[in-house]
């Protein structure tokens, strides 16, 4: 079992010691010229104003990760329609129905637990 799987790990191997010397060989030859300007934070020349640490809108990526996450389960809701037809001559069809009413009541609470707590509000 273990023979078939050395091509794998020699491939991995390869690709991790070529990393390692070309990670190296750019340490090395690389070149070292330290400038205040270049380590400062912005390298495009103009000196910074004000601090580093800015403030980070965060609400359109947690309205991202929603959008995101309710996407994905609708997807489920795909297959199971292609199917459904099929459960029901398999005499399956009312538990596969209750079965994806379960799943929706999931997702509709999580809806409406989001949206009560103001996660899709812009202000």
């Known amino acids: 079992m273990f023979e078939r799987f050395i091509p794998v790990l020699l ?67 795909y297959p199971w329609v292609v199917l459904y037809k099929g459960m029901l001559a398999a005499g399956l069809g009312g538990f596969a129905l209750a079965e994806m009413g379960v799943f929706l009541l999931v997702l509709l609470t999580g809806f409406l637990y989001i949206w009560k707590k103001g996660g899709l509000e812009w202000q």
Request: charged fraction near 15%.
């Open 11 to 77: 491939v991995l191997g390869v690709a991790g010691a070529f990393a390692a010397l070309f990670l190296a060989l750019s340490f090395w030859l690389g070149p070292r010229r330290p400038d205040p300007l270049k380590d400062s934070t912005y390298e495009c020349g103009i000196p910074p104003r004000g601090g580093i640490q800015i403030r980070f809108f965060v609400r359109f990526f947690l309205i991202a990760i929603f959008f995101l996450l309710f996407d994905l389960e609708a997807v489920f809701l």
